[in-house]
């Protein structure tokens, strides 16, 4: 039986591939993202390729809006069988100057440091990540309910791990995506559905980008310290996580496995630093 994935924030490097790859591998894909004209270019790829795949504009902070989407996803499509929490991201409005306290930070006005950072910018970036996976989880999870081989999961990060400099609520909120799963894996386990989550390292995508490269397309200091602080010395490429994805999915490869959030990282949570 041809399964049904729902994925949310669909249009990302990261969760287009996992479309894309889901539906070459049999799949039928119902891709939400706030941007639905992007969504659709990626299912639109998909078709052309021979796959199944429908876009839906959805906000996904929004329980109404995935409502909508549910019902609309059950009539052409079908059932949810398994749910990819992928919306999420960082945000300027979360993200300090510093990477560490710097004297007079207290006192400045021009740049944003831990001490001015705007409570509204933290509440977004918080938001974004860990209602993004609570409230589309409510919204699919009874569709999976009595049903055989459903599952969730969700895109955490290595900021879960080791919080990364200037970005405190973005690191915060993967920290409880991770937990949130865990506690997700506990309360339907009863049910036979199984929740996990993985943790990507490090991959170049069009939010982190220009984080990563200056506009010559050369590496920033940051990109030097990442890649400094992976043992595999490089960026992960986005297919290096379908093979994650497809053995948490498999109910017969992964059955027993379930509130664990798996890092796919080139050893950047291993490595000490020395």
């Not at 379930?258 to 490595?271: E, K, R």
Request: charged share 20%; proline share 4%.
């Amino acid at each position: 039986m041809r399964k049904i994935f729902v994925i949310t924030g669909a249009d990302g490097v990261l969760c287009s591939g996992f479309a894309k790859f889901l539906a070459l591998g049999g799949a039928t894909v119902a891709l939400l993202d706030l941007n639905g004209e992007a969504a659709e270019k990626v299912a639109a790829e998909i078709r052309k390729n021979g796959g199944a795949a429908h876009a839906y504009q959805t906000d996904c902070l929004n329980k109404d809006s995935l409502i909508a989407t549910r019902e609309k996803v059950r009539r052409e499509m079908g059932s949810c069988d398994v749910l990819i929490n992928g919306a999420g991201g960082n945000n300027p409005k979360c993200t300090t100057a510093h990477e560490t306290y710097e004297k007079g930070d207290e006192h400045e006005t021009e740049l944003m440091t831990f001490f001015n950072m705007p409570t509204a910018g933290f509440d977004f970036v918080f938001d974004l990540n860990l209602k993004g996976v609570l409230l589309p989880t409510q919204v699919f999870v009874p569709d999976m309910l009595g049903r055989p081989g459903c599952s969730g999961i969700n895109i955490s990060s290595m900021n879960a791990y080791r919080p990364l400099t200037k970005i405190p609520a973005y690191s915060a909120a993967k920290a409880a995506v991770s937990n949130f799963t865990a506690w997700l894996a506990v309360h339907f386990a009863g049910e036979g559905i199984r929740v996990n989550a993985i943790a990507p390292g490090f991959f170049v995508t069009n939010q982190n980008r220009a984080l990563l490269f200056d506009s010559e397309g050369k590496p920033t200091a940051r990109t030097d310290k990442i890649l400094r602080s992976t043992p595999m010395g490089r960026f992960g490429e986005p297919e290096e996580l379908w093979g994650t994805l497809e053995w948490l999915a498999d109910e017969k490869k992964s059955g027993f496995v379930t509130g664990i959030t798996v890092p796919v990282d080139g050893g950047f949570s291993s490595y000490s630093g020395v």
